[in-house]
């Protein structure tokens, strides 16, 4: 995050949806050739990634009506096609593999159809943000009602009128659209950060900035040191390059200062990455003493501090940056507006150093020559006619609204926030575990974002990811109140 996320890839949600589980004793497949159908097409999908615990025989049968002897053969047929594995005295496991066949020989001909197939090794990418937002709490992204489509039409009419040849017909310049660039230099001000228009780049998302600075000051086998919780799409970009994660507790004010300071010491690692405003997914913001503290680590330990503002527009001017007290000295900043405008709209830029951003340059250029200079122009209009300032008030208040209701919700369902509600995400503590909740939710046709998905380390835990402008739905919270209770029940037993 996402994640979605995503993250990595977004697309705008689309009218797919997970549709909940119903066995039908007339059909005419066997009851657990029919649950075997429903596993499978999530393991394909990568609703279940590699590693995702099943429910136990007595928790499945009890939740879908049937016998233990069903479930158990639903599970023998998962086995023997290769998707699952039995770890003794631990359950059933997604087991872990490179080529998932497309088809199993029970291919489900009576199911809803699946979802589009996976681009992303995140289940928040693969999933969630191809639902139907209305049944997803976990999404990552603003549900489409909630963009200004006429916003969009109206710049990308304007541009058509006011391109010029060389926009049209060229590559654009490596650093991208040099108005873009100004408007951007004008907007990190407004934050207190202080970098000239050949100090940014712009990229394809924020998510191309932080792959590019992966590449550029990184080498496989370095040591990263990551927010615990975190963004999974983060986490697993890191993974594929090479690089060791050292996870650093997040709280409510920042990360755990102790920690981070003997995992530097004990690991010398080269980079932090981390969401200073609005962390995803627990929607804190580093406090200033925190912040000072991470900077002066840094200096001690000639640590390099990516700091990943994506959700800047969503956050009040003033809130602590570390780019804006460390004037991108040992900081790199990087932001987008894929989140805010559109995730159709992947337009993302970095902050730098003079030298630090001759070498992104580079690697842009050898890496994807430029940035398409028509959005970048694009989201420039937005920037110096102020229409994305006022999008974003508008946004502001009308989660503040969901935020509110989300936090009547969620309370009257037996939950809390860990953190003070704000931005887009909340971080909310059900009870149970969440991973076990997950496909119990799902059955019910609502995409959840448990706990383990923002854990470096895939630790299971009692927390999950909201987005309050997709969670405002009663029904949700009613059931997620009946099945949280239902997983109580069941672990009594």
Request: aromatic fraction near 6%.
């Amino acid at each position: 995050m996402d994640t979605s996320t995503a993250s990595a890839g977004l697309s705008a949600p689309s009218s797919a949806n997970v549709a909940p589980v119903v066995l039908s004793r007339n059909a005419s497949q066997p009851l657990a050739q029919q649950l075997a159908q429903r596993f499978a097409a999530r393991i394909q999908q990568r609703l279940l990634l590699p590693g995702a615990r099943l429910p136990s025989v007595r928790d499945c049968a009890r939740h879908h009506g049937v016998s233990p002897y069903t479930v158990v053969a639903a599970y023998d047929q998962l086995l023997a096609q290769g998707l699952l594995e039995a770890r003794k005295k631990r359950g059933f496991f997604v087991r872990e593999t490179r080529a998932l066949p497309t088809r199993t020989p029970f291919a489900p001909t009576e199911a809803p159809a699946p979802l589009p197939p996976p681009v992303d090794a995140s289940a928040l990418i693969r999933g969630m943000f191809q639902a139907d937002a209305r049944r997803s709490p976990g999404l990552g992204t603003l549900p489409a009602e909630w963009l200004d489509l006429a916003l969009l039409q109206s710049t990308l009419r304007r541009l058509a009128a006011q391109a010029d040849d060389a926009l049209l017909s060229g590559y654009g310049e490596p650093l991208g659209d040099e108005r873009l660039r100004r408007a951007l230099s004008r907007r990190l001000l407004d934050i207190a950060v202080q970098a000239g228009p050949e100090q940014i780049m712009s990229t394809v998302g924020a998510t191309h900035g932080l792959d590019l600075i992966t590449r550029s000051f990184l080498s496989p086998g370095d040591a990263v040191l990551v927010d615990d919780p975190g963004w999974a799409i983060e986490y697993a970009r890191l993974s594929q390059a090479g690089m060791r994660l050292l996870p650093v507790p997040r709280g409510a004010h920042g990360p755990d200062i102790a920690v981070m300071r003997r995992l530097i010491e004990e690991h010398r690692p080269r980079m932090y990455v981390t969401v200073s405003v609005l962390h995803n997914p627990t929607g804190a913001t580093l406090d200033l003493a925190h912040a000072h503290q991470v900077l002066q680590l840094a200096h001690e330990h000639d640590l390099l501090i990516v700091e990943d503002d994506t959700y800047a527009l969503f956050a009040p001017n003033h809130a602590p940056r570390l780019a804006a007290l460390d004037q991108l000295r040992r900081t790199i900043y990087v932001s987008g507006f894929s989140k805010m405008l559109s995730p159709a709209w992947r337009v993302g830029f970095v902050a730098a150093s003079p030298d630090r951003m001759a070498r992104l340059t580079e690697l842009k250029l050898v890496a994807s020559l430029t940035t398409s200079p028509l959005m970048d122009r694009a989201v420039a209009l937005c920037l110096e006619q102020g229409l994305l300032r006022k999008h974003a008030e508008r946004i502001g208040s009308r989660l503040e609204a969901a935020r509110q209701r989300c936090v009547r919700l969620a309370e009257a369902a037996g939950c809390r926030f860990v953190s003070t509600p704000a931005g887009l995400f909340g971080w909310v503590e059900v009870g149970v575990d969440t991973e076990r909740l997950a496909p119990m939710m799902m059955d019910q046709g609502w995409l959840i974002a448990p706990g383990i998905l923002f854990s470096p380390t895939r630790t299971p835990g009692t927390l999950m990811r909201i987005n309050f402008a997709t969670s405002q739905d009663p029904k949700f919270w009613q059931a997620l109140e009946k099945t949280r209770d239902q997983v109580r029940e069941a672990t009594r037993r």
